[in-house]
């Protein structure tokens, strides 16, 4: 037997395999409601076991994971909400993310358990994603991380176009959820909606305007932008959050496509991730463009460039980008079709 000591450390692969199972920590913490259980202020183990009802030896390390990842705060021996798992994990929070985390895991296990088989030429996972849309779980947890993230940049920056005040009609290429139409249609009263998704979207989609009570001012149409053109117009706006990935493959004819059904001088927005030049996040978005990949999709990032050229391709003008946050791969671009 050779014995070898070995001149490098095997610690950042010891490392990626550990953070596999604290993805599993956070949703098991979810699940588990351990966020309901804390408060802002540090609270002894003790405490948040005999809340939760569990043992303290089984609670402690789920805890340290998370304070390891910064999600929560270990101070004066007891653990705390950070801003972030105050506004984003407790089940009682206008932005909950919950049900966000779970759809998130299950897009992971579409591709996890088959990665090798997929990298090595498999068929790809989830190329008919159309289902997996479909499902008032999907909607709500889509809806959660839309809140959480583009829905209030996104209005604002359709609100500060010029002549917002005077536009009429709004298309949601999509909008599943529609909470990105909600969130414009509340800045201007003299606004209607029409959100085009797959049929069965509309469908759940429908009386989910009802019940927010938007039934009036905004129609839920289901179609396949794969096969037809979108339905009605011409409008004053369309707009895309997280779509324009499914058309990548051809951009231009997607974007010249919606350009059809603008009004000249009507405006197109599309919120979607970009890399945008960011070093910081490249683990999380390396995983997202795997997940990405192994889905049948060409890519989860969608460069200035290469929609400033799209839209200059489909007589689109006036371009303009801004970024939703630092941190955010999300990114708003911004153009309108000439006059
Ligand atoms: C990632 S979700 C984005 C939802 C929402 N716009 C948002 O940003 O939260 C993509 C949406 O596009 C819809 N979609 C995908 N392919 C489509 C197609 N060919 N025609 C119409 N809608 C499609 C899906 O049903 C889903 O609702």
Redesign the pocket.
């Known amino acids: 037997m050779q014995f070898i000591k070995p001149e490098t450390s095997f610690r950042p692969v010891h490392d990626l395999l550990m953070g596999g199972l604290s993805a599993k920590a956070v949703e098991a913490a979810v699940d588990l409601k351990v966020f309901d259980a804390m408060e802002a202020a540090p609270l002894p183990l003790e405490t948040l076991a005999e809340r939760l009802g569990f043992a303290g030896d089984r609670l402690e390390p789920l805890l340290d994971v998370l304070e390891a990842g910064g999600v929560i705060r270990k101070e004066a021996g007891g653990y705390a909400h950070t801003p972030l798992s105050g506004e984003f994990l407790v089940s009682t929070s206008p932005l909950y993310q919950g049900m966000s985390v779970k759809l998130n895991m299950r897009f992971f296990d579409a591709v996890q358990d088959s990665l090798s088989d997929f990298v090595s030429g498999r068929e790809v996972a989830c190329h008919d994603?159309?289902r997996s849309?479909?499902t008032e779980e999907s909607i709500q947890g889509?809806?959660q991380?839309?809140l959480g993230s583009?829905v209030v940049p996104v209005a604002e920056l359709v609100a500060g176009l010029p002549g917002f005040d005077g536009f009429r009609s709004l298309c949601?290429?999509?909008?599943?959820?529609g909470?990105?139409t909600m969130a414009v249609l509340d800045r201007n009263e003299a606004l209607r909606g029409t959100v085009?998704?797959?049929p069965p979207?509309a469908e759940l989609l429908r009386a989910r305007c009802d019940r927010l009570g938007y039934g009036d001012r905004i129609e839920a149409v289901g179609?396949?932008?794969?096969t037809e053109a979108l339905p009605g117009g011409p409008y004053d706006l369309v707009l895309?959050?997280?779509?324009l990935y499914?058309f990548r493959d051809d951009l231009a004819g997607a974007v010249r496509r919606i350009g059809e059904s603008i009004r000249p001088g009507g405006w197109f927005v599309s919120?979607h991730c970009a890399r945008d030049g960011r070093q910081g996040g490249r683990m999380g978005s390396a995983v997202l463009e795997l997940q990405t990949r192994l889905c049948g999709y060409s890519s989860h990032f969608i460069e200035r460039e290469e929609l400033t050229a799209a839209f200059a391709d489909a007589g689109f003008e006036d371009v303009r980008f801004r970024p939703v946050s630092a941190e955010d791969f999300a990114l708003i671009g911004a153009a309108r079709k000439a006059a």
């Open positions: 994603g159309d849309w479909s889509m809806g991380y839309a583009g949601d290429l999509g909008g599943n959820h909470l990105y085009c998704d797959l979207v179609f396949d932008f794969r895309t959050s997280h779509i499914a919120h």
